[in-house]
């Protein structure tokens, strides 16, 4: 019956920290999904664009 009952303890506490996991990735507000608190780089979709509209306005002037 213990052994029952540690078992439980332990599932119920993984559960909980997965669960917190996916919590954290779906809820990041600084733009990193892994939820480690790093200072991981966030992709700049502007920079991106005006990157693709440069290459696009050369392209057409050759």
Not at 1 to 24: D, H, K, N, S, W
């Amino acid at each position: 019956m213990v052994q029952e009952l540690i078992i439980l303890l332990v599932f119920i506490a993984a559960a909980f920290y997965m669960g917190r996991l996916v919590y954290r990735s779906f809820a990041a507000k600084s733009g990193c999904a892994k939820g480690c608190g790093s200072a991981c780089s966030s992709i700049n979709f502007k920079k991106i664009q005006q990157d693709l509209e440069k290459r696009q306005a050369a392209a057409q002037q050759s």
